[in-house]
């Protein structure tokens, strides 16, 4: 999991090149490292390290345009499997990195993914990177502030540095319609049940804090216990989790690590949390990591909370 966390600024236009390529520029910033990055050419070949930015990717339809992926959760999502097969997966380090041979032997010019899978040890250090010409990019999403409209603000920059803003536009309309279905039941709602955000741990609970996953679930009608955590995934105790009592817990799902089935057992039988209201009222669910992070699935994701908030009651 990730412990860093993110801050991603604004980006501007720049003037139009003799090329026709209008120059984007943003700020990268990890929490460690902080660099303008100026876009003078379309990126022509792309490595993804997250699944949800390769899910990204191919939303905006540049799988002609990917030449590397790494680090699935879990299935990729039906529609882009025949694409996403086509595109060669990097060979992997320890945790989040990359083999930092395979990917510099990519000829990459494009590079995205968790902020601890771009790194001097994986990718190269940013310095390193603006040398052999690569672009980096951290999605907005993970900043600890973020919300949906951060992910849309993720299509619309990624849009105008791939040439493919009509693309972009559409993905974002289309997730905004999805989100305000929800939305609309739930905006004027008081009485929200306590939700949390269970994603590892035994001795401690690593959880859903600030950031994305709060908006998602403030969306769908719930009121997250960790939401001024000011980290989108933080470790707490539980015997806090037992003081805020939580009448739901939604438990991530991903492929490295235990099931989420597993994890569910492990609350069930946890002494300290059998009198907690979601224990006694048996409400755990699960959930995609990938649904939680940032991208095309986020939209999809609050209707998805909303049902197991709600689901047996409207």
Do not use: C
């Not at 001795?203 to 989108?232: C, H, T, W």
């Amino acid at each position: 999991m990730r412990l860093k966390k993110i801050v991603v600024g604004t980006f501007v236009l720049m003037s139009i090149t003799s090329f026709g390529y209008e120059p984007v520029s943003y700020t990268f910033d990890d929490g460690v490292y902080k660099k303008e990055i100026t876009v003078k050419k379309s990126p022509e070949r792309a490595v993804t390290l997250a699944q949800f930015m390769t899910e990204t990717l191919l939303a905006l339809g540049l799988q002609d345009k990917m030449i590397g992926t790494a680090l699935l959760n879990e299935e990729i999502l039906p529609e882009y499997k025949t694409a996403y097969e086509k595109i060669p997966e990097l060979e992997m380090g320890e945790g989040h990195s990359i083999s930092k041979e395979a990917f510099v032997a990519t000829g990459a010019d494009f590079v995205s993914g968790w902020e601890q899978s771009i790194t001097e040890e994986a990718t190269g250090s940013l310095e390193e990177l603006e040398e052999r010409g690569i672009t980096p990019f951290i999605s907005r999403g993970l900043a600890p502030d973020a919300t949906i409209e951060s992910v849309y603000s993720d299509f619309i920059l990624l849009g105008k540095i791939f040439q493919v803003p009509e693309k972009a536009q559409e993905i974002v309309n289309k997730m905004k319609k999805e989100v305000e279905l929800t939305y609309e039941k739930t905006k004027d709602m008081k009485d929200r049940p306590k939700v949390l955000i269970y994603d590892s741990g035994e001795g401690e609970a690593f959880v859903g804090g600030s950031g994305l996953p709060n908006d998602l679930i403030r969306l769908a009608g719930g009121e997250n216990i960790y939401k001024d955590l000011g980290q989108d995934y933080a470790t707490v105790s539980f015997e806090d989790i037992v003081e805020k009592n939580p009448e739901i817990i939604v438990v991530t799902e991903y492929y490295s690590g235990i099931t989420a089935e597993e994890k569910i057992k492990f609350l069930k039988n946890h002494p300290g949390l059998k009198n907690i209201d979601a224990i006694k009222n048996n409400r755990i669910y699960k959930i995609g990591l990938i649904d939680l992070a940032p991208g095309i699935r986020n939209s999809k994701t609050v209707g998805k909370l909303y049902q197991m908030f709600y689901g047996n009651e409207k």
